[in-house]
Structures are given as structure tokens and as C-alpha cells.
């Protein structure tokens, strides 16, 4: 149950352990820091100006450099796209699972450094041949079921 039923403010509950959840999240604030980096570096060598976002596919095509630039921005920008699903389940599951959650979040810091380091090689298939790629997306899903369950029973079956 999310919410005490017996505290004049239905307060939320949050377990002792929270801390991990709230611990396991900080790798990944310094995840997107160092991919903003290498994405930096990535464009200064590409020499693609603000604010185009990518490199032109011809571009692309004719420097590796800015091909690289490509690979290091789209692996930025997919985890920056996924990151609020796992801020949402990690945060709400870790009420009442924190160390489980903290587990989650950490497996997911863990694939995307290694995601990153795929992506960023200019082959965009190995950013998904670390076996921990697979890990971390069956228990990002595990997540967002536990938390779907967990908003269901405590708001719409009142548990």
C-alpha cells in the first residue's frame, strides 16, 4: 500500500531503504554528464555547429568523424528518451520495493555505460551485444509492471 490509511495526511510511506533508491540513482546523472561529453567532443571534432542536432546523412557518409558524432548523439538521446520511464518505476516501485528498485536502476547505469561504449565504436549493433543490455530491459519492464500493479491496487482496489 502506498498511502497510510490510518495518518490524517495520507502520507506516503517510505521505507528506511529508500536511500538506496535514491543512491542508485546518481550513477546515472553522471551517465548523461559523461555522454554529454563525449558528445561535445564528438561534434568539435566533426565540426558540426549549434544547433543542428545530427550530422546530414551525407555528411555522415563522407566523415567517420561525423558519423561518430551521429552514433555518441543518438546514445544520448535514447537514453535521455527512456530515462523518465525509469525515473517514474524506480522512484514508485522503491516505496515498496527499494532495494529491488535500487538493483533495477543500478543493472540499467551498468547496460547503458556499456550501450554507450557499443553505440560510440561507429557500429550501432554493438550497442546491444552486452548480455546486460537484455538484463536491464526485461527488468526495466518488471518495473514498470510492479508499478503499474502497485498504482492499480493501492488507487483503484483501495488496498
Known amino acids: 500500500m502506498l498511502l497510510q490509511n490510518n495518518s490524517p495526511s495520507n502520507a506516503f510511506v517510505v521505507p528506511a531503504e529508500?536511500?538506496?533508491?535514491?543512491?542508485?540513482?546518481?550513477?546515472i546523472a553522471f551517465l548523461l554528464?559523461?555522454?554529454?561529453?563525449?558528445?561535445?567532443?564528438h561534434r568539435r571534432r566533426a565540426g558540426i555547429a549549434y544547433p543542428q542536432p545530427y550530422a546530414e546523412k551525407a555528411e555522415a557518409q563522407a566523415s567517420r568523424e561525423a558519423h561518430l558524432f551521429n552514433c555518441a548523439q543518438r546514445a544520448h538521446a535514447?537514453?535521455?528518451e527512456i530515462l523518465p520511464a525509469i525515473l517514474i518505476t524506480v522512484?514508485?516501485?522503491?516505496?515498496?520495493?527499494?532495494?529491488a528498485a535500487a538493483a533495477?536502476?543500478?543493472i540499467?547505469?551498468?547496460?547503458?555505460v556499456f550501450y554507450t561504449r557499443g553505440y560510440v565504436t561507429g557500429d550501432p549493433a554493438k550497442r546491444t551485444r552486452n548480455p546486460l543490455y537484455h538484463?536491464?530491459?526485461v527488468s526495466t519492464l518488471g518495473l514498470l509492471l510492479v508499478t503499474t500493479y502497485m498504482v492499480v491496487q493501492s488507487l483503484v482496489l483501495g488496498a
Not at 33 to 41: A, C, H, K, P, Y
Not at 108 to 112: D, G, I, K, L, Y
Open 18 to 27: 529508500y536511500e538506496y533508491v535514491i543512491f542508485s540513482l546518481l550513477p
Open 33 to 41: 554528464l559523461g555522454q554529454g561529453i563525449t558528445v561535445g567532443r
Open 78 to 80: 535514447n537514453t535521455l
Open 91 to 99: 522512484l514508485a516501485s522503491g516505496l515498496v520495493f527499494p532495494k
Open 104 to 106: 533495477t536502476s543500478l
Open 108 to 112: 540499467f547505469f551498468v547496460s547503458r
Open 135 to 137: 538484463v536491464s530491459t
